[in-house]
């Protein structure tokens, strides 16, 4: 196919396309009435097998990049302030390194690093495909032999264990940007989920961050927007699914007048409450309520649901794995989001990041790159 024909051919059959990259894979996902489906999946398979990235369309695809590094990062302090934690977070790991890459990356890659990269990771044995919707399993087999069997495998370089060294103390980075108030992120090392069977930990801490963070009725909001007003807002995260090694994340933008320390000391004191003294049940039982809304809700989207199932296998676990989800939320007690606050959201294993909120000095919005949709 050539260029343009692919987003043409799946416009003109009704559907859509788009990519996107994370830190453990790269998607490309389509939305195509069920009928043309071979279409997407033959669409795909000449996409993994017959690429040929042209020098004059990486030169204009690269500036698409380098204006969405700018505009998503290097324009937001926030981000760039994320970035700046992750980089100082990990002293081995490749999570220490930019999805998009930093600026001085981009600015040095070629047309050759891309079709290197693409020769040597793009083939059927190292891709997932998910169909999700109503389609019949047998001719979704059948297409998946037709359009992908035929493609040879390649010698996929071996992955090593990329295993990162114990944090032995505080980390801390600070971020001098352009912003009206400070603003301070924590990331907390933590373990991911290997075993859904065994590991308790992971579902533990899930529940620890969505109590923490996940409403304006969890703990942060309660002690530091209403009761304490040191914050305007509060957050935390935590994703258990990871090929990599995990982190827990606590998020506090500043209230007029008050710093960073203050937000970090307020942060780690409800921290420290609940390893100390635990959750109430009420907390234990909002929480869960939300993360198992949530599940239920990923089942409204196909594209959440294939999503999370190709996360699964991509990351070492089986995709169904997704159906034990909820009753492994069911079983957590109080007693051990106490235990896991208690062994993972400690001082050795922290990383602090701090914006120092610097004059704001508008600028004129980057220039658009004519022509070309990203």
Same mark, same amino acid.
């Given at each position: 196919f050539g260029l343009g024909e692919f987003s043409r051919l799946v416009a003109e059959a009704g559907g859509r396309d788009n990519a996107f990259t994370s830190t453990d894979?790269?998607?490309?996902?389509?939305?195509?009435?069920?009928?043309?489906?071979?279409?997407?999946?033959?669409?795909?398979?000449?996409?993994?097998?017959?690429?040929?990235?042209?020098?004059?369309?990486?030169?204009?695809?690269?500036?698409?990049?380098?204006?969405?590094?700018?505009?998503?990062?290097?324009d937001r302090p926030r981000s760039?302030?994320?970035?700046?934690?992750?980089?100082?977070?990990?002293?081995?790991?490749?999570?220490?390194?930019?999805?998009?890459?930093?600026?001085?990356?981009?600015?040095?890659? =070629?047309?050759?690093?891309?079709? &290197?990269?693409? $020769?040597?990771?793009? !083939?059927?044995?190292? %891709?997932?495909? *998910?169909?999700?919707?109503?389609?019949?399993?047998?001719?979704?087999?059948?297409?998946?032999?037709?359009?992908?069997?035929?493609?040879?495998?390649?010698a996929i370089p071996a992955r090593k264990t990329l295993g990162e060294p114990v944090q032995r103390g505080l980390k801390r980075v600070m971020v001098k940007a352009p912003a009206e108030l400070p603003y301070v992120r924590l990331g907390y090392k933590a373990p991911v989920l290997r075993d859904i069977a065994k590991d308790w930990e992971p579902f533990a801490i899930s529940l620890l961050a969505e109590l923490l963070g996940g409403s304006d009725a969890a703990r942060l909001h309660q002690v530091l927007v209403r009761e304490r007003?040191?914050?305007?807002?509060?957050?935390?995260?935590?994703?258990?699914?990871?090929?990599?090694?995990?982190?827990?994340?606590?998020?506090?933008?500043?209230?007029?007048?008050? =710093?960073?320390?203050?937000?970090? &000391?307020?942060? $780690?004191?409800?921290? !420290?409450?609940?390893? %100390?003294?635990? *959750?109430?049940?009420?907390?234990?039982?909002?929480?869960r309520v939300q993360l198992l809304a949530q599940l239920v809700y990923k089942r409204d989207s196909f594209f959440a649901q294939a999503l999370e199932l190709g996360e699964l296998e991509s990351c070492g676990l089986s995709f169904r794995a997704a159906d034990r989800l909820p009753e492994r939320l069911k079983a957590i007690t109080a007693e051990q989001i106490q235990a896991a606050a208690a062994r993972y959201l400690v001082e050795d294993g922290l990383t602090v990041a701090v914006l120092d909120p610097q004059p704001l000095n508008p600028r004129p919005a980057s220039a658009a790159v004519p022509g070309v949709k990203h």
């Amino acid at each position: 196919f050539g260029l343009g024909e692919f987003s043409r051919l799946v416009a003109e059959a009704g559907g859509r396309d788009n990519a996107f990259t994370s830190t453990d894979f790269t998607v490309y996902h389509e939305q195509v009435h069920r009928d043309r489906l071979p279409l997407a999946m033959q669409l795909e398979a000449d996409r993994m097998a017959n690429l040929v990235i042209r020098p004059e369309e990486f030169a204009r695809e690269i500036k698409v990049v380098m204006e969405e590094r700018r505009r998503s990062y290097e324009d937001r302090p926030r981000s760039l302030l994320n970035e700046n934690l992750l980089a100082t977070a990990f002293a081995a790991h490749p999570y220490k390194w930019p999805t998009i890459g930093w600026m001085q990356d981009l600015e040095n890659m =070629s047309w050759r690093d891309a079709q &290197a990269w693409y $020769r040597q990771w793009y !083939a059927p044995n190292n %891709a997932i495909i *998910v169909v999700v919707g109503d389609v019949e399993p047998q001719k979704v087999l059948a297409w998946a032999g037709r359009y992908y069997g035929a493609l040879a495998p390649k010698a996929i370089p071996a992955r090593k264990t990329l295993g990162e060294p114990v944090q032995r103390g505080l980390k801390r980075v600070m971020v001098k940007a352009p912003a009206e108030l400070p603003y301070v992120r924590l990331g907390y090392k933590a373990p991911v989920l290997r075993d859904i069977a065994k590991d308790w930990e992971p579902f533990a801490i899930s529940l620890l961050a969505e109590l923490l963070g996940g409403s304006d009725a969890a703990r942060l909001h309660q002690v530091l927007v209403r009761e304490r007003r040191i914050a305007t807002s509060v957050g935390a995260d935590y994703e258990m699914v990871s090929r990599g090694p995990g982190m827990v994340f606590v998020e506090a933008a500043a209230a007029q007048g008050r =710093s960073g320390a203050e937000l970090e &000391a307020g942060v $780690r004191e409800v921290i !420290a409450r609940i390893a %100390a003294a635990g *959750v109430t049940a009420e907390e234990l039982n909002r929480a869960r309520v939300q993360l198992l809304a949530q599940l239920v809700y990923k089942r409204d989207s196909f594209f959440a649901q294939a999503l999370e199932l190709g996360e699964l296998e991509s990351c070492g676990l089986s995709f169904r794995a997704a159906d034990r989800l909820p009753e492994r939320l069911k079983a957590i007690t109080a007693e051990q989001i106490q235990a896991a606050a208690a062994r993972y959201l400690v001082e050795d294993g922290l990383t602090v990041a701090v914006l120092d909120p610097q004059p704001l000095n508008p600028r004129p919005a980057s220039a658009a790159v004519p022509g070309v949709k990203h």
